[in-house]
C-alpha cells in the first residue's frame, strides 16, 4: 500500500490549493480515504475524511465550507481543495487510507492505518 501526496506549497491568506494523494496496492473498493494534518508543536488531527461506498464526507469544524474533499472516478486519487485559506490551516498534511468499518467520525477522530509522509502547506497573512 502506498500513499503519495503532492501540491502543498505557499500561499497568502484567502488563497486556494488543491493537494492531491495517488494510492495503491489495495484489494478493497470500500477504502475510507481522508486528510490529516499537524501544526508544529501540535497533533495531527482529523481534516477530512470520505467513504466511498456511499459517498459520505465528513469534515473538521474549522474547515467546513472551505475545504473539499473528493476522488477521481477510479478512486486512485484523493483530493483536497482548500479555499480561502487561513494562517491557521498552515501544517503538513496527511493521507491516509483505512480499509476497516468504521464510521467517517471515528476515522476523523483518531486516524486510519495507512499513512502517506505529508505535504507541507504554508499560509502567510
Known amino acids: 500500500v502506498q500513499l503519495v501526496e503532492s501540491g502543498g506549497g505557499l500561499v497568502q491568506a484567502g488563497e486556494s490549493l488543491r493537494l492531491a494523494c495517488a494510492t495503491s496496492g489495495f484489494t478493497s473498493d470500500d477504502v475510507k480515504v481522508g486528510w490529516f494534518r499537524q501544526a508544529p508543536g501540535k497533533p495531527r488531527v482529523g481534516v477530512a475524511v470520505?467513504?466511498?461506498?456511499?459517498?459520505?464526507?465528513y469534515y473538521t469544524d474549522s474547515v467546513k465550507g472551505r475545504f473539499t474533499i473528493s476522488t477521481d472516478s477510479h478512486r486512485n486519487t484523493v483530493y483536497l481543495q482548500m479555499n480561502n485559506l487561513r494562517p491557521e490551516d498552515a501544517a503538513v498534511y496527511y493521507c491516509a487510507a483505512d480499509q476497516g468499518y468504521y464510521s467517517g467520525n471515528y476515522y476523523l477522530a483518531y486516524g486510519m492505518n495507512y499513512w502517506g509522509k505529508g505535504t507541507r502547506v504554508t499560509v502567510s497573512s
Open positions: 470520505l467513504t466511498p461506498r456511499d459517498g459520505a464526507v
